[in-house]
T-cell receptor
């Protein structure tokens, strides 16, 4: 079946512009995660959606970052007034979520490489 | 705060060798761990998932173990091949599933 897809694969923008990154999770997966991978910081958690619960935004680095998940499926990560330090690969993952005391396996998309000039 | 350390940071071996990648964590209150593979410029491919109640998982030439009491996990790769060359990442999750990653081990298998 289809895996997690992300678009665009690459995005180059100018400092101060807003960008939107899209994630299409695996069909039927209730949990969706955003991570960021940068040279100096490695892979770090940004935000997590589980079903209809309020999202866990504890990893968002500033209020310029926001995300939403419409209809329990597609998610969009928005970065406002981009800065050069926002340059990174943004990865999305989905899973069947939490159930029966188990945390299910996460499957990752190919990522969006963001470059802020 | 959970911290994850992977040793070594880089490893180069000749084809055919068996090898072990190490991962240690500071907080034993984990729910599971995953080992991933990442090829240059690509996303993450899940290799193995071990739930906290399990001790090990095997897939083909790969075997991953988990010892919560010592705060360690290992990934064993048998009979390494040049196609195994990649960065290997371990990650632990708490009760929400969000993953905390190590910095990775970059493996090169020489023909």
């Amino acid at each position: 079946g289809a895996g997690v897809s992300q678009s665009p694969s690459n995005k180059v923008t100018e400092k101060g512009k807003d960008v939107e990154l899209r994630c299409d999770p695996i069909s039927g997966h209730t949990a969706l995660y955003w991570y960021r991978q940068s040279l100096g910081q490695g892979l770090e958690f940004l935000i997590y959606f589980q079903g209809n619960s309020a999202p866990d935004k504890s990893g968002l680095p500033s209020d310029r970052f926001s995300a939403e998940r419409t209809g329990g499926s597609v998610s969009t990560l928005t970065i406002q007034r981009t800065q050069q330090e926002d340059s990174a690969v943004y990865l999305c993952a989905s899973s069947l979520g939490v159930g029966g005391g188990f945390i299910n396996e996460q499957f990752f998309g190919p990522g969006t490489r963001l470059t802020v000039l | 705060k959970q911290e994850v350390t992977q040793i070594p940071a880089a490893l180069s071996v000749p084809e055919g060798e068996n090898l072990v990648l190490n991962c240690s964590f500071t907080d034993s209150a984990i729910y599971n761990l995953q080992w991933f593979r990442q090829d240059p410029g690509k996303g993450l491919t899940s290799l193995l998932l071990i739930q906290s109640s399990q001790r090990e998982q095997t897939s083909g030439r790969l075997n991953a173990s988990l010892d919560k009491s010592s705060g360690r996990s290992t990934l064993y790769i048998a009979a390494s091949q040049p196609g195994d060359s990649a960065t290997y990442l371990c990650a632990f999750s708490g009760n929400t599933g969000k993953l905390i990653f190590g910095q990775g081990t970059t493996l090169q298998v020489k023909p």
